[in-house]
């Protein structure tokens, strides 16, 4: 099982890597039955790295242990990492020869950056892990600041692009003039346990609000009042609000670990594959700007859908291929650059499972084999 790099010129190629929520109690299993060889030394890695036994979570945790924000990070980093390894040592897949450039949902930006040579796979892995276990201890602490409040995050969906963009605007002005029943000049007048803020921007008709849920209600009933608007929203299975001003004490976590004077060499620059920061949607273009970039990753927007533009209509990327559990990216990228599977010379593919990466190998193969004939003809 061999999968070598065409000569020719082959279709730029995006690898993605999958966010917090898409993990699942014995994800990383498949890959240790079908190829022991390969995954067993890097689930002991996982293990040795963070010297704590995460792997046994992963394989036989409970679903509530593994869900807790400082296990389900560094798990679904991990299996990601692991997968792509899989598909490196197995398939003879060139990560460096075959890969245009790298991008990750929230969390994912982390795999990523270990895929396109940022940062190695065990500072990743215990970065994640001192970082999830800040924001839980954020989260315990508005909770407790906000006398028991409930924090967490909704998604909205609306009808179009169009709509997206009013909404956007409607909750914008929601926060920037509106408390609780009094008005103040700006948001940051509020304090942030009573604070929404949009966390992620995920395609042209979804995005994610973070914080206070009983906040979140308030500004959906506003909207539906006064500006119109009546989304579909729904409740996601997070306690924590991810992306907002609550966030601020992880943010600084992050940046202690980046800019440790003891430890200067923890990013690598350049990289070996450009990397998409989820803070602007473009790729990072400095090793400081990648630091500053990457702690504030914890409290601003997730532009993911800015990310995707980007790459279908700025550096025409022709294929998309996600690495990691869980298939919600696939089909956040697939519907936005208006692709499913493989296509002539390109696609959106999903590796979740062995079967799967023997399926996108060998059409990652295809299409380059496509792309060479029209080349000729």
């Known amino acids: 099982m061999s999968s070598t790099p065409l000569q020719g010129k082959r279709p730029k190629t995006a690898l993605f890597f999958p966010g917090q929520g898409v993990q699942r109690v014995g994800m990383a299993t498949p890959w240790l039955t079908a190829f022991p060889r390969t995954a067993k030394p890097i689930l002991e890695e996982i293990d040795h790295a963070l010297q704590f036994p995460l792997t046994r979570i992963i394989e036989s945790g409970t679903n509530a242990e593994l869900t807790q924000t400082e296990n389900a990070q560094p798990a679904i980093m991990a299996t990601s990492i692991l997968i792509l390894r899989v598909m490196e040592k197995e398939f003879g897949f060139d990560t460096a020869s075959r890969v245009d450039i790298t991008l990750g949902h929230s969390l994912g930006e982390f795999a990523a950056l270990v895929a396109g040579g940022y940062i190695t796979f065990q500072d990743a892995l215990k970065m994640v892990r001192k970082r999830a276990i800040a924001m839980t201890q954020c989260t315990k602490a508005a909770i407790e600041e906000s006398g028991g409040g409930e924090f967490g995050m909704v998604a909205l969906v609306c009808e179009s692009e169009a709509h997206m963009a009013s909404l956007v605007a409607g909750i914008h002005e929601f926060l920037e003039l509106s408390t609780l029943?009094?008005?103040?000049?700006?948001?940051?007048?509020?304090?942030?346990?009573?604070?929404?803020?949009?966390?992620?921007?995920?395609?042209?008709?979804?995005?994610?609000?973070?914080?206070?849920?009983?906040?979140?209600?308030?500004?959906?009933?506003?909207l539906r009042q006064f500006g119109g608007h009546d989304p579909r929203h729904v409740r996601l299975k997070s306690d924590a609000p991810f992306h907002s001003p609550l966030m601020k004490p992880a943010q600084e976590t992050m940046r202690r670990?980046?800019?440790?004077?003891?430890?200067?060499?923890?990013?690598?620059?350049?990289?070996?594959?450009?990397?998409?920061?989820?803070?602007?949607?473009?790729?990072?273009?400095?090793?400081?700007?990648?630091?500053?970039?990457?702690?504030?990753?914890?409290?601003?927007?997730?532009?993911?859908?800015?990310?995707?533009?980007?790459?279908?209509?700025?550096?025409?990327?022709?294929?998309?291929?996600?690495?990691?559990?869980?298939?919600?990216?696939?089909?956040?990228?697939?519907?936005?650059?208006?692709?499913?599977?493989?296509?002539?010379?390109?696609?959106?593919?999903?590796?979740?499972?062995?079967?799967?990466?023997?399926?996108?190998?060998?059409?990652?193969?295809?299409?380059?084999?496509?792309?060479?004939?029209?080349?000729?003809?």
Not at 203 to 218: A, C, H, P, T, Y
Not at 264 to 273: A, K, M
Not at 325 to 342: D, I
């Open 181 to 222: 029943g009094s008005k103040v000049d700006s948001a940051k007048d509020i304090p942030a346990v009573q604070q929404v803020h949009i966390a992620n921007i995920n395609s042209k008709n979804q995005i994610v609000l973070s914080g206070s849920i009983e906040r979140i209600q308030m500004l959906l009933i506003n």
């Open 257 to 377: 670990i980046l800019y440790d004077p003891a430890r200067e060499d923890i990013v690598t620059w350049p990289g070996i594959i450009p990397c998409v920061s989820n803070v602007t949607g473009r790729p990072f273009q400095t090793k400081d700007q990648l630091k500053d970039l990457v702690a504030r990753g914890c409290v601003e927007t997730v532009q993911w859908w800015k990310s995707v533009k980007y790459l279908h209509e700025d550096e025409k990327v022709k294929r998309y291929v996600g690495i990691g559990p869980g298939k919600v990216g696939r089909n956040l990228v697939g519907k936005e650059v208006g692709m499913k599977g493989q296509v002539k010379g390109g696609g959106v593919w999903g590796i979740t499972s062995p079967k799967e990466m023997e399926e996108v190998v060998q059409a990652l193969d295809e299409t380059e084999n496509a792309a060479e004939q029209e080349e000729e003809e």
